[in-house]
């Protein structure tokens, strides 16, 4: 059983039939019969599609037709089909019959042979293998055929219409019926689906279903990328930028400029840190952290979709997003960014479940400064996320409690400069031994000198603590009693750790 639109619609037909009156609804056809005589019409099987023969189709302009047309009706015939010449014949009251009955009129193309006109059509409706073959051959070509760059939809709708069959793409998985996922990235895009077919159609139907699908998925992958391109080059040079010693920012700046980023104006920054729950298998490092890219790259595209203006950069392991504004939005604007983003995080659980994202958000900062300062303020957030135990939720910098011109030294080249030269003896030696000693004098700092408190927080005996900040202060050559360069230890080693 096909539907009529369909059957006329099919490869095989299209050629072949001409509608002259197009009823109301769509009728189904099961059956196909050829008669000589308009009286035959009485013992039609219902759902049929009717062929006239020459001599049947003299009557066409006649009051017998319309006489006929009311039995065809009474038979739920679906369509009648005049041969070749008789197209003219028919009347306005005819038209009207017909319409009101729900029944099609068609005619024949000029040289169509009825019975071979007729074994078409019962092929088409039996489902025939050599039919299927040919729809499904038809439709590969018209999906190979599809421009590239052109939307997913129409090269859906060229397969359909190639085959016979209506296909469509929806982005909800249909609960019944044939359908085929559309895959990007590993995650599921949308569906392709059709109305159900029998016997070899059914399979037909299904190849081209799942051929659909994946040259829909390229189609969308491809507008990615293209839309991607500029974007991938201004996220590249901001994680040059964020990574960049202060001598070397002034060139990055101007490639920011010239790519279209609006460096500046106004940014505010999203940091998001990951944590898996369990080491990633050996050799699978890179597929876990594409994974993170992906994710990042589906909350850009949910925030683009607001008309918002957001991109995105690599800081280390951490991703970075960033919202540019033209004009100052304000000091509430670093909540009302945490509660966009806040969705996209719920979804992150559900695609994610083996990781713990920590999630800091900076306030509104201007100028090219001010981006560092807003990813600073970011970075600042996620510490304080993660020494709350606060995960998959958002944390703007204003609710941390750290003094603002505090951190906008942390962020500028004074306090860069004092990272590189003040803790430089520490940061030369082995990896293992200068983490060590820098957070032992970090906390020793913190704790106003005390090596009681100190051995206390790092779980030490306080002799070992003594011995290490001999070490650390012999190797630095500052006077541990000087209170001017205790501070600006200090402030070196916070701002080393937000950095």
Known sequence: MASLRQLVGSPALHPLLAYLSRPRSDPDVEHVALIEDLADLERVEPHAIVLLTHVASTAASSYRFDMALRVAGSRDVAAIVLSAGHAESITPTSSAIAHRAG???????????????????????AGAADVALLRAYTALRAIDAHPDGGAPESLVARAGAAFGVSLRMVTTEPQIGPRAAVVVDDHVEGWVTGAAQQGDLAMGLDIVLHAAAVGGARAIASARRAAELPIRSRDEVLSELLSAPPQGRTGLVQRART???????????????????????????????????????????AMQAGGDIWHSARAGQALVLLRAYDDDPGVAAASRVAKAIDPALAEARSRMPATLIRCGVGSAHDGPAGLLAAVTEAKAAVTIARASGRVNTPVPFDSVGLRRTLVEWYASDTAQEAVTTVLAPLTKLSSARSERLIQTLHVYLDQQGSLTKTAERLNMHRNAVSYRVKQIFELLDIDPENPDDLLLLQLACRARELA
């Open 259 to 301: 790519l279209g980023f609006p460096i500046d104006g106004w940014h505010v920054a999203v940091r998001l840190e990951f944590e898996d729950l369990a080491d990633p298998i050996s050799g699978q490092e890179m597929a876990v952290y594409e994974a993170r890219v992906r994710f990042v790259r589906t909350v850009l595209q």
């Open 103 to 125: 029944i099609a009129i068609l005619a024949t193309g000029a040289d169509a042979d009825l019975a071979r006109l007729a074994v078409a059509i019962g092929r088409e409706l």
